[in-house]
């Protein structure tokens, strides 16, 4: 892609040295002032409470920006906890991803205050990096990529902002080949999706991985090798941005989903 001529723009709110949200993205200078607006907006209006403390900065892009095609998009159909929950093992044991990796991981997410960044667990469930994880920068869209991508999702009914963020960083993710899979649970009390990235079924959205009301959540990057340091500057410094749109498929019974492995 063209030399930058974008920002990237990082907001953390924080409330007792707690995490309760945060927000990133690139845009360009003339979008900062409203970008700037709903990051604020975001950060004193979130249903996981008021922060004492919200941190927004911008930073001038220097890097080259490099150009990805999004994840092809699905929703498995999974009724409750305990259908979502093995449809997200289903699909990360057919990656490679031991039993105890999956189980630790989901103690990691869903059993402790939320981290503000992601915990990077080894295939065999040895956490590589733990609290307070890795932040995930850095990421945007082009004004094209993100016209097609919002027509693709209204026709199956989810064009929104969360979906599109949740997409722009999980494919950001997944494009380094040592990262295996992602799992990742909303730490919003009222939003029970979550989603699964692997090889071969792209971004699997899964309702009802957690009950409602339920205030933890977070995300797990799944890799297969020891040492990180390569990734973690990858995930924190490349400046990424969506320029292509892949398929994006509507509901589908989870054992369509298993079938249909890409
Ligand atoms: N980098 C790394 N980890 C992050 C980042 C980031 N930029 N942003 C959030 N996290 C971690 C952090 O631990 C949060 O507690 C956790 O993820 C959840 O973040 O298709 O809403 O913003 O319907 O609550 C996914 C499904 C929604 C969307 C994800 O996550 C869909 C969501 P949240
Ligand atoms: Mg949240």
Do not use: W
């Not at 890799?223 to 589908?252: A, H, T």
């Amino acid at each position: 892609m063209s030399r930058s001529r974008y920002y990237s723009v990082r907001m953390r709110a924080s409330a007792n040295g707690k995490h309760i949200s945060g927000a990133e993205g690139l845009c360009k200078k003339e979008d900062i002032k409203g970008i700037l607006h709903e990051y604020a907006a975001r950060a004193l209006s979130h249903e996981r409470g008021k922060p004492d403390e919200v941190r927004i900065s911008i930073d001038k892009i220097v890097l080259p920006v490099k150009g990805i095609s999004s994840l092809p998009l699905c929703t498995v159909r999974t009724l409750n906890t305990a259908s979502a929950r093995k449809t997200a093992c289903d699909i990360l044991r057919s990656s490679g991803i031991s039993a105890k990796a999956i189980d630790a991981a989901f103690s990691l997410i869903t059993e402790r205050e939320p981290s503000a960044g992601a915990f990077i667990l080894d295939t065999g469930g040895k956490i590589l990096l733990n609290e307070p994880g890795v932040r995930v920068t850095k990421i945007g869209i082009t004004e094209n990529a993100s016209s097609v991508l919002k027509e693709k999702l209204s026709l199956i009914g989810i064009n929104n902002q969360r979906v599109k963020e949740a997409l722009i960083l999980a494919s950001k993710v997944k494009r380094r080949k040592e990262v295996v899979a992602e799992l990742c649970v909303s730490d919003d009390p009222g939003y029970t999706t979550g989603y699964v990235t692997a090889d071969g079924f792209g971004y699997v959205r899964i309702p009802h991985i957690k009950r409602r009301s339920f205030a933890f959540g977070g995300r797990v990057f799944f890799v297969n090798v020891k040492d990180i340091s390569g990734l973690l500057e990858y995930l924190k410094n490349q400046p990424v941005m969506i320029s292509r749109i892949s398929e994006c498929r509507g509901v589908l019974p989870p054992r369509d989903l298993m079938n249909s492995k890409l």
